[in-house]
């Protein structure tokens, strides 16, 4: 394994404002990374970093062992949340001219095209102007155009945006294949249900700080509050209620259930223990439902940006 | 094939291919030899008209000194009154009448003949009226006076200065209008080329901002490798079109002149007549002055002078132009940018035309040639009037410095504008990035 990118203290710079704060982070090689922030956190500073668009003030990256160096843009792919295409080329003719940018031989960009537009099954638009193509469809060719030179890193900010949900889905089969074929990824995006999927990594980035890192499990795992989510039918909602706040937090409940029973939400201190809190619960009436509150990457990000 | 070269080859072909540079490669010539065509055939239709002018000689002094020419016919009226001539003069509509009334007064006479028309006459014909009824009047007063006019005219010498500089090189009147033809079309050449493809090139920055494709690029490419190639790119496609439009220009204008029969240089021809009615040398004469001053003019240094020039003249501005649309987000923002831009280029035309024909080499003309924003236009109209090399060199080099200067700074604008969206920046702005 190792680390295939590592950003070791980087801090930008624009003028007076500063956009990023010294920031490190190490991506694991042939992860999916989850880089999170509200709008204007810096996250889109730190991607133009890694693409050497913009040059760090202080800190250092590190790709694959060396120091990121221009001969390094062969090997990363880049899709931009900006991103277009020139509208007065043919499909065919730009998608070379791109791959040609990054490096590939105009023989070897032609067959790898083939490759991809057969498996994306477009093939028939090579000679289409731009104009002609739906805005799913641009998407489709910038995708293709990323990931052509087989990039050791790809960074992908918003990919899913622009795409109808079966061709989203087609993408993201698409990513993690790549992932599969050992390609490490960056994933930027405010889709959270996406981070869930995909991630194993993620890191959050708030007004230019990282404010938080690592595994997406290790974080759910520090973010639970030992909090269950109870369903209890029992005779006297109320009494039952009054009683259990006397020794723990109780907050609203919101689950679908077919019965009409007591709904709450309870958080237990560290010394009692899930068992324990079965055996209290079942003492006072039939226990209809019983889950313990696991935060989705949603929580987190809204607790922690919240919370700085 | 490297970065550079993709680029430099993408920016042609766009340029090239796109339907309305195609369209105004053709067009633009056409219309130019088009509008000459025309301007010969109306000149060539207004000098058949004959213009048939009635005189009434009452002194009976100039009788048999009326001459026709080729747009003026005179025709003498005998035994009527003034009144009756003036009404037959309007019924049937000839140009005016003449009326020279009798009296042997010379003196007298020369302030009472009048010339009757329906609106103010034609300068020319008034010109050769006035020539012709001068000189008979000249020569009778002579007479008058005792003299014999024929040896008069004999005594008259016909002086023409000769004009030499220091070095012995012959001079001419003529010199003198084709250096500034010769530096007016170098100069004016350079700002419409500056104004074309400065403003395309701008066009081509502002697209690849707003279909977003920059960032994508810009992953790949070195700002500076960009801005460099779409300059380089554009430029070669101006000048393909320039050279496109002066061979069709050329065609045209054989065709055009073989075909209908007009002669594309009799409109020049005759406004040379016109300002120079002294000139009584042959066609022929002339061609070999103009060939002798054409081998005058310090033709070499011109050359190389204008290609310096305009390279760095045109690069200055086109980076400015890359500078302006890397700045803003779409072509309706760029007028508060434009002025900077247009200001100097317009008043290096202006002082051109104006300062260096009257003086080439007083202090206004030597400052603005040595400004690198009005140089190029300024030195180029100059330099044919001779300037000495050190002064050209100096103006260079200062171009060149500023040049290099400029690119510098708008290669940083144009690194951090081209992905800035959505907002017009000010001028303030403007100078924060380049700290960027």
Request: with cysteine; hydrophobic share 45%.
């Amino acid at each position: 394994m190792g680390k295939l990118l590592e950003i070791n203290n980087v801090s930008k710079f624009y003028g007076a404002y500063k956009a990023l704060n010294d920031i490190s982070i190490s991506i694991d090689r042939g992860s999916i990374y989850g880089l999170l922030g509200p709008n204007g956190a810096g996250k889109t500073t730190l991607i133009r970093i890694i693409n050497q668009i913009t040059m760090p003030d202080s800190g250092s990256v590190i790709l694959d062992g060396e120091p990121l160096r221009p001969v390094h843009i062969r090997d990363i792919g880049y899709l931009p949340e900006e991103r277009g295409l020139y509208k007065t080329m043919k499909v065919g003719e730009q998608a070379l001219y791109l791959a040609q940018l990054k490096g590939l031989s105009k023989n070897e960009a032609k067959q790898r095209l083939k490759y991809w537009f057969d498996r994306l099954d477009i093939g028939d638009w090579w000679n289409k102007n731009i104009q002609e193509l739906s805005k799913g469809m641009a998407q489709k060719i910038q995708f293709v155009v990323t990931v052509l030179h087989s990039p050791k890193l790809l960074i992908f900010d918003e990919p899913f945006s622009g795409f109808d949900p079966i061709n989203a889905n087609l993408i993201k089969d698409e990513i993690l294949q790549l992932r599969e074929e050992g390609a490490t990824i960056i994933f930027s995006t405010h889709r959270m249900e996406s981070v869930e999927e995909m991630c194993d990594h993620i890191a959050l980035i708030h007004k230019s700080n990282k404010i938080l890192d690592g595994k997406l499990i290790d974080i759910k795992r520090a973010h639970k509050s030992n909090t269950f989510e109870i369903g209890l039918a029992t005779e006297n909602k109320d009494l039952t209620s009054a009683k259990l706040s006397e020794k723990y937090t109780l907050s609203k409940a919101s689950f679908k259930s077919i019965y009409d029973e007591l709904q709450f939400r309870i958080q237990i201190p560290e010394n009692i223990t899930p068992n324990q809190l079965i055996q209290e619960l079942t003492s006072m009436g039939r226990l209809t439902h019983f889950v313990e509150v696991i935060p989705s990457a949603n929580d987190i990000f809204i607790q922690n940006i919240q919370n700085n | 094939m490297n970065h550079l070269s993709l680029i430099i080859v993408r920016e042609f072909l766009t340029k090239v291919r796109n339907k309305s540079f195609i369209v105004m490669t053709f067009l633009s010539p056409l219309i130019f030899v088009g509008i000459v065509a025309l301007v010969a055939y109306l000149s060539s239709v207004n000098n058949s008209t004959v213009r048939t002018i009635y005189v009434l000689d009452e002194s009976d002094i100039f009788i048999g000194e009326f001459n026709n020419s080729t747009n003026l016919k005179y025709q003498l009226l005998f035994d009527t009154t003034l009144d009756n001539a003036k009404e037959k003069t309007e019924t049937d509509e000839v140009y005016g009448l003449l009326h020279i009334p009798n009296t042997t007064n010379l003196d007298e006479l020369s302030k009472r003949i009048t010339f009757y028309s329906p609106d103010t006459p034609s300068l020319t014909a008034m010109n050769n009226m006035t020539d012709m009824l001068e000189k008979k009047l000249n020569a009778l007063k002579l007479q008058e006076a005792g003299m014999d006019p024929e040896i008069i005219d004999k005594l008259q010498l016909k002086l023409d200065i000769n004009q030499q500089t220091y070095k012995g090189q012959e001079t001419s009147k003529m010199g003198a209008g084709l250096k500034l033809i010769f530096g007016g079309l170098a100069g004016y050449l350079l700002f419409m080329f500056i104004i074309i493809y400065g403003n395309m090139i701008m066009r081509s920055v502002i697209e690849e901002k707003t279909s977003r494709v920059i960032e994508v690029i810009i992953s790949s490419v070195k700002p500076r490798i960009l801005l460099l190639g779409k300059i380089l790119g554009t430029t070669l496609a101006g000048i393909s079109q320039f050279i496109a439009w002066v061979l069709l220009i050329f065609i045209l204008m054989t065709v055009a002149s073989s075909l209908f029969g007009i002669d594309t240089t009799s409109t020049m021809a005759s406004t040379q007549q016109t300002l120079d009615t002294n000139n009584t040398e042959g066609i022929q004469d002339m061609y070999t002055i103009i060939m002798m001053e054409i081998m005058n003019l310090p033709i070499l240094n011109l050359i190389i002078m204008f290609i310096l020039f305009f390279i760095g003249g045109y690069l200055l501005y086109a980076s400015m132009y890359a500078m302006i649309g890397a700045a803003v987000d779409s072509e309706t923002d760029t007028q508060q940018f434009m002025m900077p831009i247009v200001m100097p280029l317009v008043l290096g035309i202006y002082v051109g035309f104006f300062t260096v024909i009257d003086n080439p080499h007083g202090s206004v003309s030597q400052i603005f040639s040595y400004i690198p924003f009005t140089s190029p236009i300024v030195m180029l109209m100059r330099i044919p009037f001779g300037v000495p090399l050190w002064q050209q060199l100096i103006s260079v080099a200062i171009l060149f410095a500023t040049f290099i200067l400029v690119v510098w700074v708008a290669a940083k604008i144009y690194r951090v504008g081209i992905l800035m969206y959505g907002k017009k920046p000010s001028y303030k702005e403007l100078i924060k990035w380049l700290k960027y």
